[in-house]
């Protein structure tokens, strides 16, 4: 237990600050939001934990339980890193043509940050005036 809190403590250390080269921008209410797409969050969940998963809070009729209301598509689940779950919700309009994809990317978005991964592309205001987490991104290395 102490083992799997030092690595998940890392998390935040290693991974807050996402390197420059893959945050993306995304149009939203006027503004410019930057991002981290599931790939690049894939990828640092297995540098993480190589035996990551997740999977949805529910099924129906043998896929995960998706709810549709006010043409918003939303899908809650868990994510597991180092064997530790985290609730995250995944939220697109649902009109998506490749709706199942697209909510389990940022169903993976949103529960990742949950463990700190790009945790500072969250943050309303500047990352640095959170405390002692870094300015800018770390040397990169695979947790073991």
Known sequence: MENQSK?????L????????????????????LDFVGHADITRILIEIDPMWTWEPCG??????????ENGTATMWG?????????????????????????LIGDFLRNASMRFGISLSL??????SDL??????????????
Request: charged content about 25%.
């Open 7 to 11: 690595l998940l403590a890392e998390v």
């Open 13 to 32: 250390t290693n991974y807050a600050v996402p390197d420059p080269k893959i945050v993306g921008k995304l149009p939203k209410g006027g503004i410019q």
């Open 59 to 68: 099924w129906v009729n043998g896929r995960p339980h998706i709810h549709v």
């Open 78 to 102: 868990h994510l597991y890193v180092h064997g530790k779950p985290m609730l995250g919700v995944g939220s697109v309009r649902a009109d998506k043509p490749e709706l199942d994809k697209e």
């Open 122 to 127: 969250w943050a309303k205001r500047g990352f």
């Open 131 to 144: 405390g002692d987490q870094p300015a800018s991104p770390p040397a990169r290395k695979p947790l073991q």
